[in-house]
């Protein structure tokens, strides 16, 4: 089965590091989505993309995140500098979106997650 | 607002009793599709069903069953004679056309499931 694949699946460091997250999607999906996950939020979406060019990422702390996809092979969500609120659960998500109505030919496929601690 | 509302945040069985999840979702787009996945304690998300706003046919897969209600803006789960190993958090989530494929979960149910 093709998955979502994300690097590292786990990542202890400092506050103040900066935190490189890595997710390769599904070969074939043209949308990849980076969603955040805590207990006191629960699955929030930070960033997606669309054929690689950023489509929103309203969800995202401006100043200290960022998201690219420098191929269709690579996605990456980095955190400079990071903070102790930022330790959560971090999902990379794939799928296939058609047509400007958005109508699908596959479901989100979600990768293992990067499970982030910053102390 | 569009939502997804989850009202069970923990729901406890016994081995081979029948439990339902409940999802209840508001969206004011005609077409839309709503999820269910699974999260066990592994965590990672696993993909469990896609209905779409035109489908309202109930749908079983093995001892997994899902009812649609449009008329109650309801897609709940069923999962009969439950097994230790559905023990998960289980999330409901909505999608419509114009988020194209944007998921908006609910916060999820977590179902334990008692030898």
């Known amino acids: 089965d093709a998955r979502v694949t994300q690097t590292p699946r786990h990542k202890v460091t400092e506050m103040g590091q900066e935190v490189t997250m890595r997710c390769q999607p599904i070969?074939?999906?043209?949308?990849v989505f980076w969603y955040r996950q805590t207990m006191m939020q629960g699955l929030e979406l930070l960033a997606y993309?669309?054929?690689?060019?950023?489509?929103?990422d309203s969800g995202m702390p401006k100043d200290r995140f960022s998201a690219e996809m420098p191929d269709a092979t690579l996605a990456t969500l980095k955190i400079q500098p990071s903070e102790p609120r930022d330790s959560a659960v971090y999902f990379c998500?794939?799928?296939?979106?058609?047509?400007?109505?958005?109508?699908?030919?596959?479901?989100?496929?979600f990768g293992n997650g990067t499970r982030l601690t910053v102390t | 607002a569009q939502k997804v509302t989850q009202a069970q945040t923990e729901i406890s069985v016994v081995e081979k009793e029948d439990v339902t999840l409940d999802c209840v979702y508001e969206t004011r787009d005609t077409t839309y599709y709503l999820f269910w996945y699974k999260q066990p304690p592994s965590g990672e998300l696993v993909f469990l069903i896609r209905r779409n706003s035109f489908d309202e046919q109930n749908e079983i897969s093995g001892r997994y069953s899902w009812n649609f209600q449009k008329s109650t803006s309801s897609f709940n789960f069923t999962i009969t004679a439950s097994q230790v190993v559905d023990s998960a958090v289980y999330f409901c989530?909505?999608?419509?056309?114009?988020?194209?494929?944007?998921?908006?979960f609910g916060r999820g149910t977590q179902l334990t499931v008692w030898p």
């Open positions: 993309f669309r054929n690689r060019a950023p489509l929103d």
């Open positions: 998500a794939s799928g296939l979106v058609k047509g400007t109505g958005g109508s699908y030919n596959s479901p989100l496929h």
């Open positions: 989530a909505l999608s419509w056309g114009s988020t194209l494929g944007r998921l908006y």
């Open positions: 070969l074939g999906h043209n949308t």
